[in-house]
């Protein structure tokens, strides 16, 4: 999908993304010539039909995880999967409490998951602790809805 | 008012979801590269004991082939084949992917059965309304994530067990092109030939090889004096076979013994590619 300024006749330039959590998204596009920023508010119904495909609406920022879509869609069990052990998260970013109380709050079917996307993401822009904060603003640059 | 179109504008587009969908499918052909055979084994009746059929395929290659073989429950809805393996959970979470469970004869298994919890459908957790509109997507998904991000190392083959159904055949063909066939378990009965006949035109019209027909149930076997009696009418399997120019690969007796099975699909080994 494109968006194009008729005035100025120029492709409008991506600047974010949004996943409320409601299940719509949101992007917005500015013009680089006259600078008017529009946004498009995608329904549950048009989200869900782009998201069953396993792709991320606005590109992909990283790697796919192994069963990425499983996790994302499927209802599963708690102990369906066992993870790395702590010690191959060694170097990774630490997490804080606070961090932590909110990632207990993830069905643990996703939640070994949704721990590996959020070191991924902090660990590339040289974050060493990821915060309640840090997990907000990963939502909005990666499109991590309910995550 | 006038403006250009999407083909007109020569700038890329951001969310590159084509580009994303090629590199979905070329993650499944990468993992399947040290796979030597992936093989369908479909039917298009339900209760014709398609995955009971897998399950002493399974077994029945990894005789042949120790170590070397793999099992996809495809059946997502209803899925049998890890508990006719006795492959359990928990599934490990490498690096590179998720590894399988292992079942009996140390085979290789992915199902939803080792994700759901017991006594649960399968259901999603996105918004319930026209939850027909993707359904199929997202089950294609699944699919797609069992091929492709399971650690399934070497094998000497991959068998993927199928929905009942005419269709399911084609949407793997469609993420696996280089499928090397497929194998077709019917009942004795008229009604199972005509519908298998029906998915079994589905891979032909779709260029799936089709490598044999196993007729299950073929009789029922008796384990004081050994006799095989009839148990259905027809003789769907040779009609098939015939109908279609492949071979008649087994012949299956009723027998709860899962080991006669096994050792009775040996032989089909002898005609895989």
């Known amino acids: 999908m494109k968006f194009l300024c008729i005035d100025c006749d120029a492709q409008m330039a991506f600047e974010e993304r949004r996943q409320p959590g409601d299940g719509t998204f949101a992007a917005s596009f500015r013009c680089p010539?006259?600078?008017?920023?529009?946004?498009m508010l995608a329904n549950p119904m048009e989200t869900q039909l782009v998201g069953a495909l396993g792709?991320?609406?606005?590109?992909?920022?990283?790697?796919?995880?192994?069963?990425?879509?499983?996790?994302?869609?499927?209802?599963?069990?708690?102990?369906?999967?066992?993870?790395?052990?702590?010690?191959?998260?060694?170097?990774?970013?630490?997490?804080?409490?606070?961090?932590?109380?909110?990632?207990?709050?993830?069905?643990?079917?996703v939640r070994g998951m949704v721990m590996k996307i959020y070191g991924e993401y902090a660990g590339e822009r040289g974050i060493e602790e990821i915060t309640p904060e840090i997990m907000d603003r990963a939502r909005v640059d990666l499109g991590l809805e309910g995550m | 008012m006038t403006f250009r179109t999407y083909f007109q504008v020569d700038g890329g587009d951001r969310s590159g979801l084509a580009a994303q969908v090629a590199a979905q499918r070329a993650r499944v052909t990468d993992r399947l590269s040290s796979v030597r055979r992936v093989i369908a084994v479909l039917s298009g009746k339900g209760g014709v004991g398609k995955s009971w059929v897998a399950a002493g395929l399974a077994r029945a290659a990894a005789r042949r082939w120790p170590d070397g073989v793999g099992v996809v429950d495809a059946d997502l809805r209803s899925p049998t084949v890890a508990r006719l393996l006795d492959a359990v959970g928990p599934l490990a979470v490498a690096p590179a992917g998720v590894v399988p469970a292992r079942g009996t004869d140390a085979v290789r298994v992915i199902s939803t059965d080792l994700l759901l919890d017991a006594g649960r459908p399968l259901t999603?957790?996105?918004?319930?309304?026209?939850?027909?509109?993707?359904?199929?997507?997202?089950?294609?998904?699944?699919?797609?994530?069992?091929?492709?991000?399971?650690?399934?190392?070497?094998?000497?083959?991959?068998?993927?067990?199928?929905p009942p159904g005419a269709d399911g055949v084609a949407d793997l063909h469609a993420l696996v092109p280089d499928l090397t066939g497929a194998l077709v378990v019917?009942?004795?009965?008229?009604?199972?030939?005509?519908?298998?006949?029906?998915?079994?035109?589905?891979?032909?019209?779709?260029?799936?090889?089709?490598?044999?027909?196993?007729?299950?149930?073929?009789?029922?076997?008796?384990?004081?004096?050994?006799?095989?009696?009839?148990?259905?009418?027809?003789?769907?399997?040779?009609?098939?076979?015939?109908?279609?120019?492949?071979?008649?690969?087994?012949?299956?007796?009723?027998?709860?013994?899962?080991?006669?099975?096994?050792?009775?699909?040996?032989?089909v080994m002898d005609v895989l590619p």
């Open chain 1, 33 to 39: 010539r006259c600078g008017r920023a529009v946004a």
């Open chain 1, 55 to 109: 792709v991320q609406i606005g590109g992909r920022e990283l790697d796919q995880a192994p069963f990425e879509q499983v996790r994302r869609t499927m209802e599963g069990r708690d102990d369906a999967f066992v993870e790395p052990p702590a010690e191959a998260r060694a170097g990774r970013p630490r997490w804080s409490p606070a961090a932590q109380a909110r990632l207990e709050r993830v069905p643990r079917f």
């Open chain 2, 124 to 162: 999603w957790r996105e918004p319930a309304a026209e939850r027909f509109v993707w359904r199929g997507t997202l089950e294609a998904g699944v699919l797609r994530e069992f091929l492709g991000d399971v650690e399934w190392g070497a094998l000497e083959l991959l068998l993927v067990d199928l």
């Open chain 2, 186 to 267: 019917t009942i004795p009965t008229e009604e199972s030939e005509r519908s298998v006949a029906r998915a079994m035109r589905a891979a032909a019209d779709a260029g799936i090889g089709l490598l044999g027909v196993i007729e299950n149930m073929s009789g029922r076997h008796c384990g004081a004096c050994g006799a095989i009696t009839p148990l259905f009418d027809g003789d769907a399997g040779a009609r098939l076979a015939a109908a279609f120019g492949v071979p008649l690969v087994a012949r299956l007796p009723f027998d709860p013994a899962a080991d006669a099975a096994v050792a009775a699909l040996a032989t």
